[in-house]
């Protein structure tokens, strides 16, 4: 597949997807035995099983919390099997997200996701979050200021 086919797979995955809460979109554009890498400091990248079904009950888990959560890609880069996407998510925690209960606060994350296409669909992935903002918009983690004024004592 061209640069571009696969840049579109990658489109499909936030715009009908995410966006336009179409689920079964993840049908057309994950493949059965696709691997997912949720990237974090100080641990291994060890990829985890993510099958059609696992990203749409993913998908419906975070809609469920943010009924509102949209992305809007910032940069899309191709080359060969790869797309690497930086976006931004926002949305309103209005609803309860794993186990945690609407806090009513907006959030705006950054997030970089590199997706490996092979035969028209999403193979691997590796995704890394701005974890920390989201939980200090989320108000479960203190500033980062207010951190570092700690440390600084």
Not at 128 to 147: D, N, S
């Amino acid at each position: 597949m061209s640069t571009e086919q696969n840049k579109a797979i990658v489109t499909r995955f936030y715009e009908e997807l995410w966006n336009q809460r179409n689920l079964s979109v993840a049908d057309d554009i994950f493949a059965a035995d696709c691997l997912t890498h949720q990237l974090q400091s100080g641990t291994a990248s060890v990829g985890m099983p993510r099958s059609p079904e696992a990203v749409k009950k993913h998908v419906a888990e975070w809609l469920a919390g943010f009924p509102d959560l949209r992305f809007d890609i910032e940069e899309m880069v191709a080359e060969v099997d790869q797309v690497v996407s930086r976006s931004v998510m926002q949305g309103i925690h209005m609803g309860t997200w794993l186990g945690l209960a609407p806090t009513g606060k907006k959030v705006s994350i950054r997030m970089s996701v590199t997706h490996k296409i092979k035969d028209g669909k999403i193979v691997e992935d590796w995704v890394l979050v701005e974890a920390l903002g989201f939980f200090q918009q989320l108000g479960l983690v203190p500033a980062t200021e207010k951190i570092l004024s700690r440390a600084a004592r």
